[in-house]
């Protein structure tokens, strides 16, 4: 079985006339989405619908990309203080996700304020 949560999600605020929410999407998997109401939503939705992306290509032998391959990965590197990462390993670990996922999540969240408010 192939690791899903290995592949890049992106997430974005959907519109009012897209009726809202967050939209999560996965570069390397063509049509693969998910959404929610909130971005932890989309993003575990997000990943329900690769892991079914991803058996389904298995269980029809289609090509399985590799993880990283589609689109831009929007990596980025951030130094930050002990005592904040020690605090979103401890929440990432008590909401069951990556780290990398939560942070994505903020700063999703965090972006789609700004827009809001903009």
Known sequence: MIDHKRYLVE?????????????ATFPDLPGCMGDGAT???AIADGYSAA???LQVAEQSGDPIPEPGTGGESG????RVPKSLHTR???????????????????????????????
């Open 51 to 53: 892991q079914a992306w």
């Open 75 to 78: 990596r980025f590197v951030a």
């Open 88 to 118: 979103l390993a401890a929440r990432a670990a008590q909401e069951g996700v990556s780290m990398n996922t939560l942070l994505v999540s903020i700063i999703a969240e965090g972006i789609g304020a700004r827009t809001h408010h903009a």
């Open 39 to 41: 971005p932890e939503e």
């Open 11 to 23: 997430i974005r605020p959907l519109s009012a006339e897209d009726g809202g929410g967050w939209l």
